[in-house]
Nanobody
């Protein structure tokens, strides 16, 4: 069993910054990728940023230049540094990971979500 535990959400003014963290724990053999999705009220969940084991990264166009994803492989933790936040960034942010739990078995996991609200 694998758990993803997120932290770092909250209320911030436009132009402010927040840092999200997501720690994976449990029966982890190898992490393939970790990333962040978000879901605003009335909208579908969308990819924000993802990083692979090889440290490649991919961002949604709406956050390029403002958000940075990083990963601590030793701690099985992924971070999302969010700068220059805008009201349209308001959403529940979900951690996402593809993880091998053995040499041949992998699965897709989600965190419980953390609320980010950007408002004055």
């Amino acid at each position: 069993q694998v758990q993803l535990v997120e932290s770092g959400g909250g209320l911030v003014q436009p132009g402010g910054s927040l840092r999200l963290s997501c720690a994976a724990s449990g029966s982890i053999f190898r992490i393939i990728s970790m990333g962040w999705y978000r879901q605003a009220p009335g909208k579908q969940r969308e990819l924000v940023a993802v990083t692979t084991a090889g440290a490649s990264t991919n961002y949604d166009d709406s956050v390029k230049g403002r958000f940075t994803i990083s990963r601590d492989n030793a701690q099985n933790t992924v971070y999302l540094q969010m700068n220059s936040l805008k009201p349209e960034d308001t959403a529940v942010y979900y951690c996402n990971a593809y993880i091998y739990t053995s040499m041949t078995l992998w699965n897709h996991y989600w965190g419980q979500g953390t609320q980010v609200t950007v408002s004055s």
